[in-house]
């Protein structure tokens, strides 16, 4: 750093720092973990080392457990229990006790800390639209290890040659606006004699979600069904509709107000015998009633959008402008965190790993955010992938609870992630396309158990 970066801060920065350090501290204390799976004085992988570990593998980019148990030695985070092995560094490099303790530790423990750790992010950021928060939704697919387990739990796709090899599991995530915070996804199979789609996932999203949230959707989910359940849920959604579910509506509704780009009717939107066949338990007088806008963004695009939000046409259009960042959240969480390469071997293991990748991202998340509020710039104008990468070399390394050392490494984790910064290149504009599907190893050959006796020409 230069003599102009090494200043002392501000009052308003050192207030910052502070601020930023008890939330931080906050989400990583994770004592609480070890009450939930009491564990002997002796044992060295408690619930809260596991837990550390878990997200330590995913934000150095799917580390191997080998990496992570070297990791433990060198750091020998304050979290572990006094011991003698961990204080002569002595410690076991092998494998074998943290793959077991990974496997000992509870579904539930993971749920914990993951929902407590979005549920306290979203706590800290303001509101969108008045005191309510706004939450984006999006599904998703994961391919999966090619496992046995796996594969009953998440069924390859198929076609006419017959099924594939990568198990698919879908999900449907759940982003809060103000602060980019992950909420725990909801999964099931893609594919097979139990797959599940995306507008029945949304039951349990809308439940998670603190009541009285506004709901941001696509296209997918701008159908009676699924307005019916956010509804149900206390939840206020705002959705995009196809063009001919959208001019059904306008002819059934009145036309309320109008502006120079702009066009709002007010619906009363009862299911049609097609949606009663898919939803069998609608009530017999479910109805509702809904506002549905019209707005010219450009020659190219207009948006129908469904909502029962009383704010104008235009200002619902922009709050659903901000739809598209949930897909590069996605994008961050599956490429940039590289959950695609989860190297789980069963259901529950791969749900447990993926509930720590969230964490992990989310952390990330929250220390992109502060370090944009210091640098006075909009948070998506930091590189997610710039901060991920000053927060596991300068703040991941070791884990403290002393809050002098934690003050001393956040501050200089803030410091160099306020100049993650994106270029400005002026005039660049790319058209959306489809990412190429990205290899994920050698092609699937099933297991044989080795052979016995001396090695042969085969089996050397």
């Known amino acids: 750093m230069d003599a102009t970066e090494t200043e002392s801060l501000t009052a308003e920065q050192e207030a910052e720092f502070d601020q930023a350090f008890e939330l931080l501290t906050t989400f990583v204390d994770l004592s609480q973990a070890d009450q939930m799976l009491p564990l002997g004085p002796a044992a060295i992988y408690t619930a809260s080392v596991v837990l550390w570990l878990l997200v330590y593998q995913r934000l150095k980019k799917n580390a191997t457990l080998q990496v992570a148990v070297k990791q433990l030695i060198e750091s020998a985070p304050q ?134 949230s506004i709901v941001i959707g696509d296209v997918n989910f701008g159908i009676y069904s699924v307005v019916w359940e956010a509804v149900q849920a206390g939840q206020m959604p705002l959705f995009r509709l196809s063009e001919s579910r959208f001019a059904a509506l306008c002819r059934q509704g009145q036309l309320e107000c109008q502006g120079e780009n702009w066009k709002t009717w007010k619906v009363r939107w009862k299911p ?74 069963s259901e529950e293991m791969f749900r447990k790993e993926l509930l720590t990748s969230m964490a992990a991202y989310n952390l990330v998340v929250q220390v ?25 070399q300068f703040l991941l390394t070791h884990l403290h609870k002393d809050p002098a050392t934690w003050r001393e490494r956040f501050e200089l984790t803030l410091r160099y992630a306020m100049r993650d910064t994106l270029p400005n290149r002026p005039g660049r504009k790319f058209e959306r396309t489809v990412y190429p599907r990205r290899p994920k190893g050698s092609t699937f050959e099933k297991r044989t158990p080795p052979t016995a006796g001396p090695p042969t020409d085969d089996t050397k």
């Open 79 to 212: 979290l572990c229990r006094d011991n003698k092995r961990i204080r002569q560094k002595s410690l076991s490099a092998k494998t074998g006790s943290y793959s077991d303790a990974r496997q000992r530790l509870p579904l539930e423990v993971a749920e914990w800390f993951a929902s407590h750790l979005s549920n306290s992010i979203v706590a800290t950021a303001p509101p969108s639209l008045g005191n309510r928060r706004a939450f984006l939704i999006d599904g998703t697919t994961m391919t999966l290890a090619p496992e046995k387990e796996l594969r009953a739990a998440f069924p390859p796709a198929s076609n006419q040659h017959g099924e594939g090899v990568w198990p698919v599991a879908l999900l449907l995530v759940a982003h809060e606006l103000e602060s980019g915070c992950a909420m725990l996804p909801e999964m099931g199979p893609m594919y097979g004699p139990n797959a599940i789609a995306e507008v029945k996932l949304v039951r349990n999203c809308f439940r998670r979600l603190p009541p009285g």
């Open 272 to 345: 049609t015998s097609k949606d009663r066949r898919s939803n069998p338990d609608l009530p017999v007088d479910a109805v509702l009633e809904v506002l549905v806008h019209e707005v010219v963004i450009n020659p190219k695009l207009t948006l129908r959008l469904v909502t029962l939000l009383s704010e104008s046409a235009p200002l619902v259009a922009d709050l659903y402008g901000q739809r598209w960042e949930v897909e590069v959240d996605i994008r961050n969480v599956k490429v940039v965190l590289d959950t695609e390469s989860i190297r789980a071997r």
């Open 368 to 392: 992109r955010r502060q370090a944009a509020r210091l640098a006075k710039v909009p948070v998506k104008k930091l590189s997610f992938t710039g901060v991920w990468t000053t927060f596991r």
